[in-house]
């Protein structure tokens, strides 16, 4: 079997051991005689994934006690429209930053629901940057400030987050979720869908502060008041129990790979390899985000040529490469290096962005 070198966005790499494991238990999960997938979400076995999902969560990423682990679905784009339901309240704007793709939808969602306002923007930068803590303006009288703390599209990452006082600070995490220490007491909301970092897609996670839960609003339908899904430990309905199994062998991965910590030591040494390919190539490939707000998740990059983009696509695709193509939007080039992605593929890319320059430069 060959695995491919797998730089998707998004559903992305899965830790082969994860996969294997999976595989094992996948027609016999425990002696149960039966998959994860066919049995009762009220029976003891699946409530212990749940717990132990929940638990796993807390310890790897340090949350504190005072916060629900909510376990959902619909994506985190059911979140972009769920925060303003529950959160927004009237004559208290929503503040947003917008710094690319995925905080514009944010946004745009919440303009559905309530009032907003744009803290900070980076759109006269084309989004290459995220904005510098003291460009960011918080309304004394907002109900939130919302940013986005890896633009997946962009390449762009935050790499501190603002003091935001008595304005709880809410963060879409989905593609940086777990690659790196977070001081979760920071903010009021925490919500990341699972495909990039925690496994296959499926299952939504939202860390929320108990106090945000108790004030939500209580006239929008049940199952879309985070405090619903907080009083049922995320069992009001049927969850999706395959992808919170799968989530859960993940998290134990990341456990025995020693935790968030390791993983960010990780994480910076693979990215490592990329940008200083990009940036020792003479100006033959061209980083596009602006290197003080560089992710390390989402490389985003360009050659001067375009034609020569599209085969470097190409060539990629026959040595093994899978999903460098950049997001239709903006086109380029984009290597997503989440947790799974081992550092031996990042240097397989390295190794061959090194030989395409000699072919090509
Ligand atoms: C992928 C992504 C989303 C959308 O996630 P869905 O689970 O597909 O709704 C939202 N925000 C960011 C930052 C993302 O990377």
């Known amino acids: 079997m060959t695995r491919a070198f797998n730089f998707n966005a998004g559903p992305a790499a899965i ?24 049995m009762s979400h ?28 909510l376990l959902l679905q619909g994506g985190a784009s059911t979140q972009f429209a769920l925060l303003p339901m529950n959160l927004l309240q009237p004559g208290k704007p929503g503040a947003y930053v917008m710094t690319g793709a995925w905080a514009d939808k944010a946004l745009k969602e919440a303009k559905l629901v309530g009032e907003t306002v744009v803290s900070a923007s980076t759109e006269a930068d084309k989004f290459m940057r995220m904005p ?7 309304p004394g009288n907002a109900s939130y400030l919302h940013l986005t703390s890896n633009e997946t599209i962009g390449g762009t990452q935050f790499k501190e987050f603002p003091e935001t006082g008595d304005v709880p600070l809410i963060a ?7 690659s790196k220490p977070v001081d979760v007491s920071k903010f009021g909301v925490i919500y990341a869908g699972a495909q990039k970092n925690l496994g296959p897609s499926g299952v939504t996670l939202v ?3 108990k106090d945000l839960v108790e004030n939500g609003s209580k006239s929008i339908p ?17 969850p999706p129990s395959f992808s919170v199994y799968m989530m859960n062998l993940v998290l134990e991965w990341i456990k025995n790979k020693g935790g968030v910590a390791q993983l960010d030591q990780i994480n910076q040494s693979k990215t ?24 390390l998740m989402n490389i985003t990059f360009r050659i001067q040529n375009e034609e020569l983009e599209g085969l470097f696509v190409k060539e990629s695709e026959k040595e093994g490469f899978v999903g460098l193509k950049g997001h239709r939007d903006v086109g380029g080039l984009r290597a997503s290096t989440y947790n799974a992605v081992p550092l031996e593929s990042c240097q397989a890319l390295q190794q061959f962005m090194v030989d395409f320059q000699k072919r090509n430069g």
């Open 132 to 138: 510098t803590l003291s460009e960011i303006e918080i």
């Open 207 to 209: 860390i929320i502060r």
């Open 15 to 38: 830790p082969l051991e994860v996969l294997k494991q999976a595989q094992e238990q996948f027609v016999d999960y425990q002696g149960a005689g039966m998959s994860i997938m066919e």
């Open 222 to 238: 049940a199952m879309f008041r985070y405090s619903t899904h907080a009083k049922s430990g995320s069992l009001y309905n049927t």
């Open 42 to 69: 009220r029976s003891k076995m699946y409530e212990a994934v749940n717990d132990k999902s929940q638990s796993l969560l807390r310890e790897l990423f340090g949350i504190p006690e005072n916060y629900d682990v």
């Open 272 to 295: 490592k390899l990329i940008y200083d390919t990009i940036d020792q190539s003479g100006g033959f490939y061209i980083g596009c985000a602006q290197p003080q707000s560089r992710s």
């Open 172 to 178: 879409d995490m989905s593609s940086d979720i777990l």
